[in-house]
């Protein structure tokens, strides 16, 4: 059994762009569509298995009081049939009719267990519900879509019913996040959004009446070729203005500008009664949205406000100027009889720690390491100085905005080799025989000394064990985990730190560094398979994580395929953005192991980030970069050799 949760969406900019945009495909000179959608904390949740038939079961107080449980075959005819009914589960039916069609599965059962999502309030719970039912059939029969097929698959079910949805009402499937969608004639792209600040929206239900189907019917009497003054108003409101506010928003959003943007929602919202409204003025003139836009209590609490959806008196939006004052428009708006709900888009957690465990004794690299600590072995740079390799990773976490650097040393006695190092200014007499430049450098080895932090890995138990030592110095944040026995070097402007970084807040979820190598040399690496995300193939949504697998497995179960048709080996690059509930799965382990008096039994990292994968989710991400092993003599003879030499970006 798997559990799923499925938010409503809310358009924050460019409603009506989707299917504006989609005329492209009939005149080129229209601009692509772009809209801000985000996922809300309302939704769905439900316990989906497979089943022999095609089941939906609810206990959620929402649908029991309208519709009754219901059950058919995995028959195409029976399931159109369904589709064409008219009921909440004809959404369900559609979804599933396609999946019939294309993927021959089995059937599954859906138990709706809760549902905090209101229905027809312009949130788009048919289009939560559609997603759902194609996530579930993705999961449970192994299909190995990415979200956006997830998306896709649920919009052309919903067109299989009466519904006639647009474009954006599945950007639901990708979770509470803001996403910029643009709609490119048939070509839909999906990109996460970074927010700097909380942002306190509140929605509300305005109890009118708007006629959905006259309102596009109307709207689309412009496209794709205007022929009046009027009809190119509209084409200039949905396409350049509107751009221009999408850009504008976007960076609010990025810089914490909250007043700002929600000045910008009221502009939307001039703009569109100014040039969109007048083409349907008996829906759109909308009396009690401009009542209560035009509030003078609710103006006190907000910065801006809009409609929502198609417009009309159907619902609105408002974003808030603080926490108390969310809370506050939701008691007002409650008690003018407008049921309000309230969400908050959270800014994604910059990541400022990192942790690099040294523990390891280096036996592969013996004798040597009897008497330097392989981290210390030193490698000549493309510049001609020659650093150690702690050296040269500390020096990319600075680079990369790191504050706090923790490392897990296996004992007491090996910090003063790194305090000596990193703390201990050289004597005067060598600091005199330095040049300008090089007496510089040592201030900046100084300087990387104060970010540096220490704990202690007493019980060689595995690498997960390693890593789980620096548990209290993550703090509950994402932190950056850098192998000690690996050398990165970026192909791109950035370190490949910050690239891992900046992936992260765009996803906020455990992320993974991801690099392509050969069949033959798989059995070396921990391998990650999924399905890309993206069509250039840069973001990996991770279904399988294996430790060292065989190649003849690898070939079998953990080959990704690009688009061109061929296939490719992911190992990861040894960089990660840990989650905290990594961490919560480590101590887990840990305790497990406790339990059964196992203290023999290794603690594996892979196996955590295999667990929260399966719970919560893992994108992998190629990096442009290069990644140097000196964990052995032959690898470690590659890396000398190599890095000495620049690398072209």
């Not at 005149?27 to 089941?55: C, H, K, W």
């Not at 599945?170 to 909380?198: H, W, Y």
């Not at 502009?267 to 083409?279: D, G, K, T």
């Not at 990193?422 to 300008?436: G, Q, T, V, W, Y």
């Amino acid at each position: 059994m798997i559990k799923l949760f499925v938010p409503g969406r809310l358009c924050l900019f460019g409603e009506h762009t989707d299917w504006a945009g989609h005329y492209r495909t009939m005149n080129a000179d229209i601009e692509p569509g772009a809209a801000i959608v985000t996922g809300i904390e309302q939704g769905i949740y439900a316990e989906v298995e497979r089943s022999t038939l095609f089941e939906v079961q609810s206990s959620a107080k929402q649908i029991t009081e309208q519709w009754h449980d219901f059950a058919c075959r995995m028959d195409d005819q029976e399931l159109k049939r369904v589709a064409r009914s008219g009921s909440f589960f004809c959404y369900c039916a559609g979804v599933a009719s396609y999946m019939l069609e294309w993927y021959k599965v089995g059937g599954v059962r859906i138990r709706i267990t809760e549902m905090t999502l209101p229905i027809k309030s312009g949130l788009s719970s048919s289009a939560a519900i559609c997603v759902l039912v194609a996530r579930a059939f993705n999961q449970l029969y192994n299909l190995n879509l990415n979200t956006l097929g997830e998306m896709n698959i649920a919009y052309v079910g919903e067109l299989r019913t009466s519904s006639r949805c647009g474009r954006l009402d599945q950007a639901c499937a990708f979770g509470v996040k803001p996403n910029l969608m643009t709609f490119d004639g048939d070509e839909v792209e999906v990109r996460p959004l970074n927010i700097k600040k909380p942002l306190h929206w509140v929605f509300a239900d305005l109890c009118g009446e708007k006629n959905t189907i006259k309102i596009l019917a109307d709207l689309n009497k412009a496209y794709p070729f205007p022929s009046n003054e009027k009809e190119r108003q509209e084409h200039e409101a949905l396409g350049v203005k509107n751009r221009d506010i999408v850009n504008r928003a976007i960076s609010c959003m990025a810089q914490g500008d909250v007043e700002q943007l929600g000045r910008l929602m009221t502009e939307a919202e001039e703009l569109f009664n100014r040039q969109v409204a007048p083409m349907c003025p008996e829906e759109l003139l909308a009396p009690k949205l401009r009542a209560v836009l035009a509030d003078e209590h609710i103006k006190s609490l907000t910065y801006g406000g809009k409609g929502v959806g198609s417009h009309g008196d159907g619902s609105v939006q408002f974003l808030a100027r603080s926490e108390e004052a969310q809370q506050q428009l939701v008691d007002y708006l409650a008690s003018q009889e407008m049921p309000a709900y309230k969400f908050t888009l959270h800014p994604v957690h910059t990541v400022r720690r990192a942790i690099i465990p040294v523990a390891g004794f280096g036996t592969r690299l013996y004798p040597a390491t009897r008497c330097w600590k392989k981290d210390f072995f030193p490698i000549p740079c493309a510049d001609g100085m020659v650093r150690p390799v702690i050296l040269i990773l500390l020096e990319e976490l600075v680079q990369s905005g790191i504050e706090e650097i923790c490392l897990v040393l296996g004992s007491e006695d090996e910090r003063k080799l790194y305090s000596d190092f990193f703390e201990r200014p050289i004597s005067d007499e060598h600091m005199a025989k330095l040049n300008d430049e090089c007496q510089e450098y040592e201030n900046r080895i100084l300087n990387i000394g104060k970010r540096l932090r220490y704990v202690y890995q007493k019980e060689k138990r595995g690498f997960g064990h390693a890593v789980y030592q620096a548990a209290m110095f993550a703090r509950n944040e994402p932190v950056l985990l850098m192998l000690g026995d690996t050398l990165y070097r970026s192909t791109s402007n950035k370190p490949c730190a910050l690239q891992l970084i900046e992936a992260y807040e765009r996803h906020n979820s455990l992320t993974v560094g991801l690099y392509p190598v050969p069949l033959s040399t798989v059995s070396h690496f921990g391998i990650m398979s999924g399905v890309w995300e993206d069509n250039d193939a840069t973001t990996l949504q991770v279904q399988r994580l294996c430790e060292k697998p065989t190649a003849y497995y690898a070939e079998q179960f953990l080959g990704v395929r690009r688009s061109d048709g061929r296939k490719e080996y992911c190992s990861v690059f040894g960089q990660y953005i840990l989650t905290p509930e990594v961490f919560a799965q480590l101590e887990a382990d840990i305790a497990t192991a406790d339990a059964s008096d196992d203290h023999s039994r290794e603690i594996e990292l892979t196996s955590a980030l295999d667990a929260v994968r399966k719970h919560s989710g893992m994108v992998g991400i190629r990096l442009k970069g290069e990644r140097y092993d000196m964990g052995n003599p032959l690898a470690l003879t590659d890396t000398v050799a190599q890095f000495a030499h620049p690398l072209s970006c």
